[in-house]
């Protein structure tokens, strides 16, 4: 039996997912400008998510190690679309849902903010995760949203909340 805990980042985390985000988006080609594990904010997720902008970064820990984690943050200045970001597992612990509790917890965040939609963009090799976005009803979209600064993506989805 797995201890699974599901706890927004604080700093003493954020080495550990940022080596998390940047070895998972090297395992699937995520490397360089217009993919994720390149923002700058990888380096110090605790200081760029927090309620006060209306978004949050949560850390999926199993028996005190983080193993993964996921985000929510406005896309836009509209206020009513939410993106959900970075959802990054450690291959040891695929398989677990630990996915799905980080993008339920998300989407939970998200609509204790109001936000009426949530989009995601990612790769067409992530095979799993888009998966669990369907599962969850998500929606592809034939093109990003205007506005996406992740250009190196290829599939794009839509959620209503």
């Not at 193993?67 to 970075?86: H, Q």
């Not at 849902?97 to 980080?102: H, I, P, R």
Request: hydrophobic letters at 40%.
């Amino acid at each position: 039996m797995i201890d699974l805990r599901i706890i927004p980042i604080t700093a003493e985390y954020d080495a550990a997912i940022e080596h998390i985000i940047t070895s998972v988006g090297k395992e699937f080609g995520a490397i360089g400008d217009g993919f994720g594990p390149s923002d700058a904010e990888v380096a110090q997720m605790s200081q760029h998510y927090h309620e006060l902008n209306n978004s949050q970064y949560f850390i999926a820990l199993i028996n005190d190690e983080v193993v993964g984690g996921s985000g929510i943050a406005p896309f836009d200045e509209t206020r009513n679309i939410c993106e959900l970001r970075k959802l990054f597992i450690l291959p040891k612990t695929r398989g677990l849902g630990v996915g799905k509790a980080l993008t339920l917890k998300c989407l939970e965040f998200a609509k204790q903010k109001n936000y009426q939609q949530c989009y995601l963009d990612t790769l067409a090799n992530m095979d799993a995760a888009i998966g669990l976005y369907l599962s969850l009803n998500f929606q592809h979209l034939d093109k990003p949203l205007t506005g996406t600064i992740h250009d190196g993506c290829d599939v794009w989805m839509l959620k209503n909340l």
